[in-house]
Nanobody
Framework: VQLQASGGGLVEPGGSLRLSCTTS????????IAWFRQVPGQGREGVSC????????YYADPVKGRFTISGDDAKSMVYLQMNNLKPEDTAVYYC?????????????????????WGQGTQVTVSS
């Protein structure tokens, strides 16, 4: 299983970005995919996840109503649309995969339950 996050950049407060997670491996349609973010000196924070198959999506409270996660199984891609960005959204964003049949937790410290990670992409929200 390989993952690669892209689409980060510099955006002003109130702006939007769309992150992409390119996935590769056998039956990636069975894997739950999550987005985490990390700022220097802090642990990785769960942002959102989507369970393939039923397509259920989950969001951390700080991003509810602003971020939307979606998947395209045909392209093996997962997206994170981020709207109304705030300076506190500034972080390195990572996508991660959970083994088939598992849930996709986002609670504090849950990053340790994800066995597959991609390289991160920097998101900076600043005027």
């Amino acid at each position: 299983v390989q993952l690669q996050a892209s689409g980060g950049g510099l955006v002003e407060p109130g702006g939007s970005l769309r992150l992409s997670c390119t996935t590769s491996g056998d039956r990636m349609d069975l894997y739950a995919i999550a987005w985490f973010r990390q700022v220097p000196g802090q642990g990785r924070e769960g942002v959102s996840c989507i369970t393939h198959g039923d397509g259920e999506s989950y969001y951390a409270d700080p991003v509810k109503g602003r971020f939307t996660i979606s998947g395209d199984d045909a392209k093996s891609m997962v997206y994170l649309q981020m709207n109304n960005l705030k300076p506190e959204d500034t972080a390195v964003y990572y996508c991660a995969a959970q083994v088939p049949g598992s849930h996709c937790p986002l609670y504090r410290g849950s990053w340790g339950t994800y066995p597959y990670w991609g390289q991160g992409t920097q998101v900076t929200v600043s005027s």
